[in-house]
């Protein structure tokens, strides 16, 4: 059987700025790693992410709201087979899509959460998640951008980093992915990203 990853999830604060303001960013971070998409209700969406992509783009996307003062995501995580696909993913179906849907209704005091056919990958995903996400609470405005832009641009250093998001010094970028705990959640992605691998391969 084929797996497939897709999360659904919603905007929290999205009232707090007005939509002109995010909502070209909040689909500009969803189509970077969407195999497909579709955004509703304002401020809800729902996307299909290859198993290389799916942590690095929950991350990011909550790099790309929490630029956005008092803004952050809510994402479930689905991981099963695709039944029916449609153009558009609204109308397509499959455990992959149930499942991402429960892990969504499912947070209540969490912004993540990881659901898939198997208990034990589910237990050690979630651990990893809830303590990255806590990380990525205490994230601010300029934290948030400065953490994109290095997901952005994987392969620049801090000065480089520096020039491109107009920092004056690269003391700066370095104190800001310092306290981002920027290599802490990178560690994260690629741990949980090994992990999923070896279920679904």
């Known amino acids: 059987m084929k ?21 070209p960013s909040l ?6 790693y969407a195999v497909s998409y579709d955004i509703f209700r304002g401020d809800s969406f ?6 290389e992509n799916c942590f690095q783009s929950i991350f990011y ?4 709201m929490r630029q956005f003062e008092g803004m952050d995501i809510r994402i479930g995580i689905g991981v099963g087979d695709i039944d029916f696909k449609d153009k558009s993913i609204k109308k397509s179906s499959g455990t992959a899509f149930i499942l991402s849907g429960q892990a969504l209704d499912s947070l209540t005091k969490e912004t993540l959460e990881f659901k898939s056919p198997w208990p034990d990958l589910d237990e050690r995903i979630n651990l990893i998640l809830t303590l990255s996400s806590r990380l990525s609470d205490q ?4 934290m948030a951008e ?12 801090q000065t480089e ?14 104190t800001e992915l310092g306290k981002a705990n920027y290599s802490k959640i990178n560690q994260s992605i690629h ?4 992990e999923l691998k070896q279920y679904v391969n």
């Open 27 to 32: 689909e500009d971070g969803i189509k970077k």
């Open 61 to 64: 996307l909550k790099a790309v």
């Open 139 to 142: 994230w601010t405005s300029n």
């Open 161 to 174: 980093l520096t020039q491109i998001i107009g920092r004056k010094y690269q003391s700066q970028v370095s």
């Open 3 to 23: 797996y497939h990853v897709i999360i659904t999830g919603d905007v929290v604060q999205s009232r707090s700025h007005e939509a002109v303001e995010w909502l």
């Open 46 to 51: 729902q996307a299909e992410i290859t198993v």
């Open 146 to 157: 400065t953490v994109k832009t290095a997901m952005d641009n994987p392969g620049a250093n």
């Open 191 to 194: 741990y949980c990203t090994k």
